[in-house]
């Protein structure tokens, strides 16, 4: 089979490798489509703290099962799936209390075990979701990226009533936007990106109210209308972020975080004492896969409006290189196997 493997930071290689056996517990699938996200990009150039090497990289693929190791039925051979990159340990304390996303000995398949930018992976099988006939295989990988939604807002707890405020317009603000718009039925949507092609998209996913940041203030645009938002998500996630949406939030505001940086944010304790703002962070996603495929199916929300390439796995390397450089063209990229 072929496998996209990152040999060490900077070198990928299409490689021929065996097929993989699948472990007692796990299945194998037979990879069809692959999203790429930016994580996949940090792999390729080495700036992922938690990737060892060789890695095959993948954490958002889409196939059919088509063999199944010990202690898995049999009747599983031919299931359509997607996988949850999520591999926990299921006794340390998060695991306990029904956040395996953080567990002690996480292990995210794509990043810490290889994953799924191959003609075959292996997971184990409780990791692998039925997808229903209503989702086509061309979108299936795309479950994944909006469980990272379904686990922030189940935090946040979006009301009809609230006013929301997203920054960045990337996959991840496009499917905060869909989920706050289509599950929770959020009134007013603003978000605030740089970058006038991704505020288009979000627009198409049900923004109510656009801003480029680049060229105006959030905070002036936002005391123009005198809005001061309820609910926001940094789905930008650069770090002098945080300290605007406390700034901007009404009193008893929730504000979500997702980024990674290693940089630190200048905020006060005031400023989030005083109008008693909640701060909630979310990684990865808790068992949010039957939910999202659910959604999926009902159409509450859409991951078609992210898709803008879909492209051969032998084109990986010009398929990274397009995601990275080209944010205007480009939002979601998948590959096909
Ligand atoms: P992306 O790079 O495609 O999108 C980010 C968007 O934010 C871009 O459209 C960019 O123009 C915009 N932006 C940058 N600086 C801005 C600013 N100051 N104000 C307004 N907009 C700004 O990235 P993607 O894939 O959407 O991911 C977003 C972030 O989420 C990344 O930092 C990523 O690391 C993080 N992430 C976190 C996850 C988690 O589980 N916590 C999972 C996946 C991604």
Redesign the pocket.
């Known amino acids: 089979m072929n496998s996209v493997v990152i040999q060490e930071p900077g070198k990928l290689v299409i490689e021929q490798r065996a097929l993989p056996v699948p472990a007692a517990g796990e299945v194998r699938v037979r990879v069809s489509y692959a999203g790429i ?3 996949d990009v940090h792999i390729y150039h080495g700036h992922n703290p938690f990737a060892k090497y060789p890695r095959v990289i993948g954490h958002e693929f889409f196939g059919h099962i088509d063999s199944v190791g010990e202690g898995v039925e049999a009747s599983r051979i031919g299931e359509r799936v997607v996988v949850d990159p999520v591999v926990s340990c299921g006794h340390c304390y998060p695991c306990s209390i029904g956040r395996p996303n953080v567990c002690a000995q996480l292990q995210v398949i794509g990043v810490h075990r290889d994953g799924g930018f191959s003609d075959y992976a292996c997971a184990p099988a409780k990791n692998a979701y039925v997808v229903p006939a209503a989702i086509p295989d061309k979108l299936a990988s795309m479950v994944e ?1 909006f469980t ?1 939604a379904a ?2 807002t189940a935090f946040l707890k979006p009301t009809p009533q609230d006013t929301a405020l997203i ?8 499917t905060v936007i869909q989920v706050l718009k289509g599950v929770y039925g959020v009134q007013k949507v603003i978000v ?4 006038d092609e ?1 505020l288009q998209m979000a627009q198409a996913s049900g923004a109510d109210w656009i801003i480029n ?1 680049s060229e105006r203030s959030v905070a002036d645009e936002l005391a123009a209308e005198g809005v001061r938002p309820t609910l926001i998500v940094d ?4 770090p ?2 945080l300290q605007e949406a406390i700034l901007l939030a009404s009193p008893a505001a929730r504000i979500g975080m ?4 290693g940089e630190p944010s200048s905020v006060t304790q005031q400023s989030i004492t005083s109008k008693e703002i909640s701060l909630f ?5 808790s068992h949010r896969f039957p939910q999202v495929i659910e959604w999926m199916e009902q159409g509450k929300i859409a991951p078609e409006k992210l898709v803008t390439h879909w492209m051969p796995a032998g084109e990986v390397e010009a398929a990274l290189t397009l995601f990275e450089k080209d ?1 205007r063209s480009c ?1 979601k990229v998948l590959l096909t196997f």
């Not at 920054?167 to 496009?174: I, N, R």
């Open positions: 996200c930016g994580s990226p990272i686990n922030i920054y960045g317009a990337g996959p991840m603000g496009l605030a990106d740089r970058i991704r940041n789905a930008a996630c650069h002098a972020i997702m980024g990674f940086s962070s979310s990684r990865l996603n944010q939002c």
